[in-house]
């Protein structure tokens, strides 16, 4: 069995999630990381056993043993490191977002192509159990056609418990680019390509105070939209709703609905950083035979949703202990078989400009329609990789 070899650029937060789990899978191989200093890559080979440590991200994409470059840089460089690995003949998988700006990711998308070169991105999640279970359902047809979904992220940042808030509140960032993937990606892989949006938004103060963590008591300068209302028209003919907020101290609301023609999908997390943000967790189901309403008097009890039986891998409901990666798994096996990546860089090209067009329009006042597409991603296989090299 051939093994990829991965280099990583970045070793922040969540670079310790990744390595931890690419290392359970025999097609990846980790032989290079790179940070901006050669002592801190150096330490993080040697906790995990990486054999190549590097003072900077060129290196690693000069390094000729390297297949596919890992990029957990800041958002800011996203595209600089994926653009450069693509020019050096690497297949990349990059955290969201995939870069900052639509030129930067049409420059990604077509280099790629010309090269005959892979792109995924996060967020993977969409691959976890819980996802998953959601497209069975949906694919068999319990709920009918798909007529209409919400997505609900609200709460009060990061200034609450991160180490390093700013960034969060800065151009290029703010709820919807931040947290706002994890949603839309699962709307997508679900509902598929978005035809047309629109949003409104504001922000609650242009000055915050951080509440919590080493930096508690410091000042932070708003640059960006903190309450982010959006509309979306799918090519299906669905519609959602969308909300991402930095403004909301608490929320009833479920993190995720399906709405169809013969029920009700719901994720309905009490916890914003759950929902689609994990990859397990209970899928509740509702069709027109638990309806609550037939007939008048209403009954004093109704029955309760239905909780799916989730069959499918995958399913941590941990943000320490997860599955980051899978969707690089994955496309190491699209790779060695000729198919496409489920994480594929389409869709994350897709996410970004949809996003970037309901910011657009709250500042302008009008709809936008999506000019990008994509292919919904193909099932994760219940027992997936078992199987892959057949």
Known sequence: MKSFNVGVIGIGDISDKYIANLKQFDVVH??????????????????????????????????????????????????????????AGKHIYSEKPLAATLEEGRTIISLAAEKGLYVGCAPDTFLGGRLQTCRKVIDEGRIGRVVGAGAYC??????????????????????LLDIGPYYLTALLSLIGPVKRCS????????????????????KIDVEVDTHVIGNLEFHSGAVASIITSFDVWDSEMPRIEIYGTEGTISINDPDPLDGPNIFGGPVLLRTKKEYRWYGFPRPDHFSDWIEVPILHRYTSTSHE?????????????????GRRARASGEMAYHSLEV?????????????????????IPAPLPQDFPDGEDR
């Open 321 to 337: 202990k997860n599955s980051r990666g899978i969707g690089l798994v994955d496309m190491v096996y699209a790779i060695k078989g």
């Open 154 to 175: 609200v709460y009060h940042g990061v200034d609450t418990f991160h180490n390093s808030p700013f960034f969060y509140f800065k151009e290029g960032a703010g709820p």
């Open 199 to 218: 949003a409104m938004a504001n922000r609650a103060s242009n000055t915050r105070e951080v509440l919590g963590g080493p930096c508690k008591g410091e």
């Open 355 to 375: 996003m970037l067009k309901m910011l657009q329009s709250a500042r302008e006042g009008c709809f936008y329609s999506i000019e990008s597409s994509f292919l």
């Open 30 to 87: 980790l032989i290079a990381c790179a940070s901006r200093g050669w002592e801190k890559a150096q330490a993080f080979a040697d906790q995990f056993g990486i054999p190549r440590a590097y003072a900077c991200g060129q290196e690693v994409i000069d390094d000729p043993d390297v297949d596919i470059v890992l990029n957990l840089t800041p958002p800011s460089v996203h595209a600089q490191y994926n653009i450069a690995a693509l020019r």
